[in-house]
């Protein structure tokens, strides 16, 4: 340590000594300033080594499972809506061949079943092409919806081939809804501790569950405003089954709240809607902003982590906004996702969720469509590698070859002869393979070949005229 020296006036000093001492500070001086400087340039190295491992600024697409088809599943779930103002039966066939879906654009895919394993394949090569780290599944229980646990459950298994990680969006309805389902509030505080513990031990206790600066986040979702858990119930009877065991709430509120003083970050969504139910452009980015701006409190973690979020559009029109009237926020030709793009960039937060991948219903999906092609995955390649500070070396091009060997999978399926289904499905694994792998002329090659053995095949089957 070194200790401050005082000159006493009582006595004077011979200026030799002062010369020297005052010498002998400039050199600490000297040295702390290297030593702080080495050890900014070893910080910045180091994140830097973290960030080109992906291990800092991550980037997680929202994920819908909850997309079911009659031909894969045995009903429709979700494509449809029965809402009166907004009829949509996936049964009738449009003018132009699409299935007539509660959605505002069309999937290049088709209709699918999000529980498909060839659909999970495509989904998933998609967000590794794009600079996508992991998905943010909504999860409402067991319970309440159990074709969207069914979903969770088909996709989960996929995660480590792929490469990627899981952050869960816990809907706390799962303790309440529908009301009257349980006699008291303490019935419905252990209905939803249930939920929680299936969720700790099911997929917050394995590798392949996201991680944040340490910890394992829960994002927190909520709705009902006369049934919410309150503070008091999540801080003191909800919260530690996920934060005593390395897990982080992250609550979807005002920064400066209570509720978020118990958690351990907040996260932004689309930024809500003006008294009209639109939402602008001017809107978004001022609502984002205030948000990104406020005083952030937590008890919990220090400084409290800060989730944000890049958004293409909505349009939750084709499901009458789930019975309240249409709520509308404009593309403004990809505009609106650079924008929040770039105030996420800027204000270094610690995570971008992508609102959505695929929430068709309410038109905010950056997933290939007829209306958009790749222009959002496009985008997101290019703003991904800005954020985690390395270079983007996909090229467009590559982004088109899953649809491809989507529909290769597909015809494969449906060959009668085992051996050829068998060599056609080897071919293919190549191509997922050497996506996977960064070798993108490779899978290019490969998937070309593919397709010419479709066309020979197809050829020696068509009838002489």
Known sequence: MIQAFRFEHSRRVPVARVSAILLALAFI????VSVKAQNRSSASNQDVERRAAGNDHPVYAHLCTWFKTRQFSGRWTMWNSDYADAIHNPDNLLENGHHDIAATSYPLTDVYDTSDPTLIEYQFLLM???GIDGIVVDWDGRRLNPYRHEGLMAVAPYLQKFG????LCFEEWAGYWPKGT????KAEIKAAQ?????MMDTFLSKPTYGVVAG??????FRKIRDQLFTPEEWDGELGPMITNHSGALIMGTDPSSRLAQIADGTYFWVGGFAPNRLSTLDYCVKSYRDFLSKPRESLRTHPPLLFGSAVPAFNDTPVWGWGDGPRIAPDYQGERFRRTWELSIQNRVDLV?????NDWNEGTQIEPSDTYGYRYLELNKKYSAAYKGIKDTVPNTALRIPLRLYKARKDAAALADAAQKAALSSKLDEVRDALLAGRYEQAEQRMEQCEKTRTRRDT??????
């Open 29 to 32: 001086a000297a040295t702390v």
């Open 194 to 198: 249930n939920e929680i513990q299936f």
């Open 182 to 185: 349980f006699p008291d509030r």
């Open 353 to 357: 969720q992508l609102v959505t991948w």
């Open 164 to 167: 990627l990680k899981l952050i």
């Open 215 to 220: 910890k394992k986040p829960v994002i927190i």
């Open 128 to 130: 590794r092409l794009s």
């Open 460 to 465: 020696a089957l068509r009838p002489a005229k």
